[in-house]
Structures are given as structure tokens and as C-alpha cells.
């Protein structure tokens, strides 16, 4: 017989995550309709392919003014996935944390009377990842951080326990646009280095200041349209048999060259 559990789509094992704190998911027409109403914030949805009723259009309606994610799949699934068994058809996967907006992240900078340093997501997709990005920012000194709304895991319950605590004190924002909100930042003064295995070493780049960093996924690294904004391309020295670090590993790296470089040391 075949192993299910060696099969399952990383939505599922996301969703289920999510599941195991039970404020983190929304089930049932009613329930997900008011959920969207008073300003949730809903990560994703999961909505039973082929459901064509008034209720589901409304909800897909206010997913959509609120750009939330809309998967669909098969009953059987969501009946899996379901924890009340009352689904009706619908899951709504809710934000552990309220998200921030890109201004709280300056305004935390200016308050602390420091140039800004925020970390910027592109395409991270593992919830562990994020939390212990999430966890280096802080210690790092970073303002906050930021992350695209497609293609990225969000705060999911498994982010929050990743973060050990850290996501308490510092600010995660979700942008529509990565490209525009880097593109928006620099008529803020800000300047943007990302990580690239071809970029010049971070050793001989000048990171002090109020200063981006950009961080891409471990398949895929930085995408091309973002890595073309950025003002400066920085690499990890390695001294090895393969070619790339974990993302959350790189981050640390990168996120500690430029403490040290703010620092003076």
C-alpha cells in the first residue's frame, strides 16, 4: 500500500500546521464571510473546486478585496483537512499575527533614532525558514521585515513557534508588489544589497546605512526583477562540496555582516 504521508502537498502539510492551533483556521460559510468582514486577515483560502453557490461567490468576492490566496481542491481533501467537520466547503487559513504595514517598520526606525535595516522575503515558502528569519531579524537589530503575499508562506502557527517569541518585537509586513515596495523605499533613502552566489563578497561591500536586505529561496534565490533593483549583490565565502546555504543560514550571515558594520567593529 502506498505511503500517503510521503505524498502529501506542502499545502496540506501547511494547512495542517496551521490546524493545530485552532484561532488560526476558519471553517464553515458563515464563519469565513464575517471573518473577511471584520478585517481578518486571511492568508489563504481553500474553497471546494466546482462550489458555484451565492455564498461561496460572496466569499471569494471579499478575498479577492483583500488579495487573499484562493486554492481550490476536492472535497475529499478539505474533509480531510477539516478539523470540525463542518467545513461546507470552505477553509479560510487566518494569520496567526496581524500584519504590520511598511510605515510602522520606518516609524519603529525613527523612533529608536536609527537608519533603517529591514530584511525583505522573496519566495520563501517554508514556514521554519521564515520563523528563524524572523528570529535573526531581531537580533540582528532589524526594523522589521517584509514579504510578498504570493508565493510565500505567512504567518502561519509553525512561523510563530520558529520565531521563538521574536515575532512579539518585531514588525512582519505583507506587500502586494516586492518590486514597487523596493522601488518605494529607496525615495525613502534606502539602498538594497541581496544575496547571490555571484555577487562581490559582503566583506567588501559597504553595509552600513539605511539599508535592505534582500533574501531569496533556497530553489530559486532572488528573482531576476528583484535582483535588478537592487543596488548591490553580496557573497557568502564558502569553502565546500556544495554551492548554496539554508535561506534562514544565509539571512543570519548577511543580517550579522551588516550589524557588525553598523556597529563600528
Given at each position: 500500500m502506498q505511503d500517503r504521508s510521503k505524498n502529501k502537498r506542502k499545502d496540506d502539510i501547511e494547512l495542517e500546521e496551521g490546524m493545530q492551533g485552532e484561532e488560526y483556521t476558519i471553517e464553515g460559510r458563515n464563519m469565513v464571510i464575517e471573518a473577511f468582514r471584520s478585517g481578518k486577515t486571511v492568508d489563504k483560502l481553500y474553497v471546494q473546486d466546482g462550489c458555484q453557490d451565492g455564498p461561496i461567490q460572496t466569499i471569494k468576492k471579499e478575498a479577492r478585496k483583500q488579495e487573499t490566496i484562493i486554492k481550490y481542491v476536492t472535497r475529499d481533501r478539505l474533509d480531510q483537512l477539516s478539523k470540525t467537520g463542518k467545513h461546507q466547503g470552505v477553509i479560510a487559513i487566518a494569520a496567526a499575527y496581524e500584519y504590520s504595514e511598511v510605515g510602522d517598520i520606518l516609524q519603529r526606525a525613527r523612533e529608536k533614532k536609527e537608519p533603517p535595516f529591514v530584511i525583505l522575503l522573496d519566495n520563501i515558502e517554508d514556514p521554519h525558514n521564515l520563523g528563524a528569519i524572523i528570529r535573526t531579524a531581531n537580533l540582528a537589530g532589524a526594523h522589521g521585515v517584509i514579504i510578498p503575499k504570493n508565493r510565500a508562506v505567512g504567518l502561519t502557527a509553525a512561523v510563530v513557534r520558529a520565531?521563538?517569541?521574536?515575532?512579539?518585537?518585531?514588525?512582519v509586513a505583507k506587500v502586494t508588489n516586492?518590486?514597487?515596495?523596493i522601488e518605494s523605499l529607496k525615495k525613502e533613502g534606502m539602498w538594497f544589497v541581496c544575496a547571490d552566489m555571484d555577487g562581490k563578497p559582503m566583506y567588501k561591500l559597504d553595509l552600513k546605512g539605511a539599508?535592505?536586505?534582500?533574501i531569496g529561496s533556497e530553489g530559486e534565490g532572488v528573482g531576476r526583477l528583484i535582483k535588478e533593483r537592487c543596488d548591490m549583490v553580496a557573497s557568502i565565502p564558502m569553502k565546500g562540496n556544495i554551492d548554496s546555504l539554508?535561506?534562514?543560514v544565509a539571512a543570519g550571515v548577511l543580517a550579522y555582516e551588516i550589524l557588525r558594520q553598523r556597529m563600528g567593529y
Open positions: 520565531s521563538a517569541g521574536a515575532l512579539n518585537y518585531t514588525p516586492l518590486a514597487q515596495t539599508i535592505g536586505l534582500v539554508n535561506a534562514s
